[in-house]
């Protein structure tokens, strides 16, 4: 059971961190819990739809179709996350006044919520799926069965009890600083999935450039344990990262930082202009 | 012509130039893996195919090779890592982690 527990809390930790930093990121936007909400069925009907259809995914494009797929639905997730910082640089200050006014932003918050929401599909799809394959090799093993599933359950419980303890956590940010903290945050999270993508790019053999491993920290933080697993999630922590890896997440950064820069309404010269 | 040159020159310092690949295989069979030691030439690309002869899906996992690759039952995937530093480099079998052990030796 205890093995179960393991592996299953293990794939939803990412899952779970990202569904709690969505939730505070959109703290305020009406809305919102609807389409997280989406965004975890979907992830979970297209995990259900992935793992039904592993072996097939697998044996694509010379057998990298499982790199690619994941270098793909990370990189869709970079851009979505990276747009929202984006868009939130632009009209944070809008959803912050609705909220004054009305105790919620009905308004103007909705848009980058489907960009959010496919992040968290996104997010539950690539774990997800991992899970499903795992779950089906209990079933079809057969044995201990129930004491295993027993396992599952409670590390998904486990995921979503990290959602809402990272979600408390961030609440409890003074709303003025809550959306600085978060775009920090979510900038983070883009360039370590921008990261990831790149190394499956790697796996795949689409990028033969820069595998060369820039230093090795496995021996302080390992990438296996709880701290480096964390760490890996939130700021794309990985013990031996390649001169591409390094270089893509940087470069994430940077990108992300002037976007949001040029996106920021000059207020003096165009005063309460930043409509739609 | 002098400018790819120097490109090369460049991309060679810093360590992104690209390396042609060997290949290996390792079955997975009753959760263990046929080999526990694979030795592979430090400095290549290595490309290693991997037969889940079990029923059941695995996972083959090492963060030392930078490699996750889900294996579905009674099939194979392909896994592509290094040019590799000599040294031992540990995967595992995710979904059973107390058997499915293993190390790459690069030299």
Redesign the interface.
Known sequence: MLGALIVVFREVIEAGLIVGIVLAATRGVAGRGLFVMAGVVAGLIGASIVALFASAIADMFEGAGQELFNAGVLALAVVMLTWHNVWMSRHGREIAAEMRGLGAAVSSGQRTLTALAIVVGVAVLREGAEVVLFLYGIVAAGTNTADLLLGCVIGLAGGAALSALTYAGLVSIPSRYIFSVTSVMIALLAAGMAAQAVQFADNAGLITIGSTVVWDTSHIVPESGLFGKLLHTLIGYTERPSMLQLCVYLATLAVTAILMRLARPQMAQRPAAAKG | MRVSLFAIAL?TL??????T?QEFSITIKDHKFSETELKVPAGK?I?L?VINDD?????FES??L??E?????K?K???????L?PGRYNFVG??H??TAKGVVIAE
């Not at chain 2, 690759?69 to 039952?73: A, M």
């Open positions: 991309l810093i360590g992104l130039q690209p390396a690949a690309r490309t195919t029923a059941t899906p695995e996972e963060h030392p930078k490699v690759k889900v294996i579905p039952g099939s995937a392909v896994v592509r890592f290094g040019p530093k995710e979904f982690e107390s």
